[in-house]
């Protein structure tokens, strides 16, 4: 038997048993790439990709397809060729090799609340961080850490009930990722600035699938 061929055949073995049934027979894929060319996204690479991702992968035949691919802006109707709900760093590196090595269209979505679609795609990966949610605080450094699905709400969560809070938006379910880096204009922002301004370090994964941290000492 060709690897390829196996490779087939043990991914549908194994996956069987926990994908939804509606992934259960994944297909190539047709999907664009980054330079707006139809590609073709063997079902091949896809069972290898999801034999290893914690999350969900969520192709047009899933059920639950057509809520996954909803962006807070209805006007963009888009229709993504997979869409990959991350658990962890991990996931997240996996889905940005997969995406680099496919040569695909890629969004990332955070809050999803971009008022002009950039967090979805029509026939690329839309690569969702939203069940990333954790929180901490470092009340001696005044510090708060959140993990890139986090929502306005849940920052403030953490720090309110200490009496501290981080200058950011108005409406609680935006996302703190997105608006850091495209708005982070609130109340508060006259006296402490831009959300952007309070910001100190940021883990961020890079094309090549890396993880950096980006600071004022570390990759300014
Ligand atoms: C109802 C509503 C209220 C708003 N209120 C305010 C407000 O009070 N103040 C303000 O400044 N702005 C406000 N905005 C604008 C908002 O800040 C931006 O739309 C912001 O980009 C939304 O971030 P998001 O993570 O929710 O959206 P997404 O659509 O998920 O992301 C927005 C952009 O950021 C990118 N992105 C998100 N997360 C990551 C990540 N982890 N890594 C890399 N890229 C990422 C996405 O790819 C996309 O390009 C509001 C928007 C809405 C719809």
């Not at 379910?173 to 309070?198: E, Q």
């Amino acid at each position: 038997m060709k690897r390829r061929e196996f490779i087939k055949n043990a991914g549908i073995l194994s996956l069987a048993s926990y994908m939804p049934k509606s992934n259960a027979s994944i297909q190539d894929i047709v999907a664009l790439s980054l330079d707006g060319d139809e590609i073709i996204l063997d079902s091949v690479d896809i069972l290898d990709f999801m034999s290893s991702f914690q999350g969900s992968v969520i192709t047009k035949e899933h059920y639950d397809y057509d809520t996954a691919r909803l962006v807070w802006n209805g006007v963009w109707d888009k229709q993504p060729a997979l869409i990959v709900y991350c658990e962890s760093v991990a996931d997240i590196q996996q889905a940005i090799n997969f995406s680099r090595e496919q040569n695909l269209l890629t969004a990332v979505r955070g809050g999803g609340h971009s008022i002009s679609g950039k967090s979805t795609c029509d026939g690329g990966i839309i690569i969702d961080l939203s069940r990333m949610r954790k929180t901490s605080v470092d009340l001696q450094r005044k510090i708060v850490t959140v993990e890139p699905g986090c929502t306005l709400y849940d920052l403030d969560s953490k720090t309110l009930p200490y009496g501290y809070v981080v200058p950011a938006g108005v409406v609680s379910h935006t996302g703190v990722a997105g608006l850091t880096l495209g708005g982070g204009i609130g109340s508060l922002m006259r006296m402490f600035g831009l959300t952007i301004d309070n910001l100190r370090s940021v883990d961020i994964i890079t094309a090549d699938g890396v993880m950096r941290k980006a600071s004022a000492d570390e990759n300014p």
